[in-house]
């Protein structure tokens, strides 16, 4: 199944959160913090987007940081996915 984001929309997973810390500690899932890196996976067509022209700055396969709690968790075959504004995405990682 295939997820295509309508408007200034993009979809991203997570990237794998640390397993232990610098110190060589093994975190818990309970211990370890909600990442905030992940990739893109699908880009909207951008457009009129609530009255505003909207470019998407945003290319598939690019690692971004995003807003901590922003976005809306999809899950779809057994993967897990957030759909995110583009203006929730905070920077790019080169």
Avoid: F
């Avoid at 922003?70 to 905070?90: F, M």
């Amino acid at each position: 199944m295939n997820i295509k984001p309508l408007g200034d929309r993009v979809v991203i997973k997570n990237c794998e959160a640390e397993e232990t810390t610098k110190g060589g500690i093994i975190l818990t899932n309970a211990a370890k913090e909600k990442p905030q890196m992940a990739e893109v996976l699908a880009v909207g067509p951008g457009g009129n987007v609530d009255g505003k022209e909207i470019v998407m700055q945003l290319k598939v396969g690019q690692k971004v940081i995003y807003s901590k709690y922003s976005g809306t968790e999809v899950k779809l075959d057994g993967e897990e996915y957030i759909i995110v504004r583009q203006s929730d995405v905070l920077a790019i990682v080169e």
